[in-house]
């Protein structure tokens, strides 16, 4: 690599062939560097579309006053005519110097890409994206690029290899997001149960049908989800019952029961004994 003020790098500058241009997707501009502690680059604007992998280490990125921190695995998408600074997050607690490989790319289709990704100019970036194969398909794109000899075909193909390996890192990703909506949709419980928040209310938050939620909640947790909110207000009731001097009225109220009795019976059907004779 190539020392710089900033960094060690190196650039491989390119043009087109009339082939890659009917494409409608092509790299104008590839490199990759090693970081200095001093790294920072911007604020500045570029009139390509340009992605940049984290391949190790962590860097800071702020663009249209939206600033986000980044490690190893993750990418961000600067975008035309948008003014841009990043710089290395490297300190003295144990993080590597940052590396990167970026390609800055024209073409139609690169805002069908982009939107493909799900990037846009307020959510420039992605978490998580560099897995080893899309590892692998970028070092193979920048060879492609940086051999001696060029081969446009080459080149095309390591791109739309690269694109694939990503698109399935990003379902992965979206797999393991939604395998996890139901520990969200339990946090939510949990953070809400005292405001009489219904299923429905839930099921709404997050998008899915009520009879989806209540099914796959009580599949994965072995209670329906009104079961499981009337378990933690009745024992939430029970704690304040046994450490504060409220009284059963004011109880009632605060975990969201709309009327004493109605709190009385959950408990008594519950514990076995009326909230009176639970306090002693």
Known sequence: MQELEMEY????????????SASGCWVVRAGQNLAKPSYHIGPRV???TSFHWVMQGKVRVTS?????ELSEGDLFCLFPGLPYVYETMQSDDGIPPLKMIWLAMEGEQLPLLIAEFGLRASKYWLHDIVSNEVGESLRSVIGAISGAKKDMFLEQRALSDLFYKMNLQI???????????????????????TEHIRVEDAAQHFGYHRSHLYTAFLNKYGISPQRYLARKRLEKGA???KTTTLSVTEI????????????TRAFTSYMGVSPRAYRG
């Not at 790098?9 to 890659?20: E, G, T």
């Not at 992965?172 to 149960?193: C, G, I, P, T």
């Open 171 to 193: 379902n992965r990703s979206s797999s393991k997001e939604k395998e996890n909506w139901l520990a969200q949709v339990k946090d939510f419980f949990d953070l809400h149960y």
């Open 46 to 48: 570029i009139e390509q």
């Open 252 to 263: 009632a109220y605060s975990l969201g029961y709309s009327e004493l009795y109605a709190f």
């Open 64 to 68: 249209l006053d939206l600033t986000v």
């Open 9 to 20: 790098a190196n650039v491989w500058l390119a043009i087109p062939r009339p082939f890659q």
């Open 239 to 241: 704690e304040l019952l």
